[in-house]
């Protein structure tokens, strides 16, 4: 069973029917159905449902746009237009409100289906980087706090290992006063490792914070270490077996 809330805006009381039938026999949990813009509103801050159908031309204008434009900027509910038109002006408009799919009168009970499947899990996935960008953003955070109370006192430098040094203010790598030449991937480990100076960073820590994006894996991790150990005069990263790497404190 589906069980979603839906609430439908659909202006002709016929084709609001058929959608709440069809929509029930395949599970989902039609919530209310509202025939105007007004009625709506009001609908969707009072339910809070998980979907939204809306025909794009209530009262033979385009308040279903208007509408859409509301839901997408004040509560972030996903929305599916259900449309006759074939006008590309108003297609054209429609699309600006980056609708999670389309249904066309009259309307297919599988394609139906298929269309709010395929916009809830659009919608879970486009939560979830979302999630993870905030995720990464207060990451960063904790690292540059990190990094701000081993400070020298009044410089932005943090020492570390046998005459390295660290200058935050520029983020920049030093071995006995000469900057050495990495890469924003290799900077940005070696910056996490001197931030839990002392304490193992995980492969899964180095991964989301250095790369920023899907892909990367454990190799990853480790082929960027070897490159940066080939990089550094003395040999201050440590293994940490199956788990990660360290910088003695």
């Known amino acids: 069973m589906n069980e979603k809330n839906i609430l439908i805006v659909e202006d002709d009381e016929i084709t609001a029917l058929n959608l709440k039938i069809s929509l029930q026999k395949q599970g989902y949990n039609v919530i209310a159905m509202c025939n105007n813009i007004i009625d709506a509103k009001k609908e969707i801050t009072n339910l809070k449902p998980e979907i939204i159908i809306i025909d794009i031309s209530l009262d033979d204008s385009t308040d279903g746009i208007e509408l859409a434009r509301e839901i997408r900027s004040l509560h972030g509910i996903p929305f599916i237009y259900l449309t006759s038109h074939t006008d590309d002006d108003i297609i054209a408009e429609a699309k600006t409100t980056e609708p999670y799919g389309y249904i066309v009168k009259p309307f297919d009970p599988n394609s139906l289906h298929a269309t709010i499947q395929m916009a809830l899990f659009k919608y879970e996935s486009e939560k979830a980087v979302i999630e993870e960008i905030i995720t990464l953003k207060s ?45 924003k991937k290799e900077n940005a480990f070696l910056r996490l490792l001197v931030a839990q100076m002392g304490v193992v960073v995980s492969f899964e820590q180095a991964m989301k914070y250095v790369w920023e994006e899907n892909g990367a894996t454990e190799n990853s991790v480790r082929t960027l270490v070897w490159r940066l150990r080939n990089k550094l005069e003395v040999d201050i990263i440590k293994n940490a077996s199956g788990m990660g790497y360290y910088i003695e404190g």
């Open 139 to 183: 990451d960063k955070m904790t690292l540059e706090n990190l990094l701000s109370s081993k400070q020298d006192a009044n410089e932005p430098i943090i020492t570390f290992g046998e005459g390295f040094h660290l200058d935050v203010s520029i983020c920049e790598t030093f071995y006995k006063g000469s900057k050495i030449k990495l890469t």
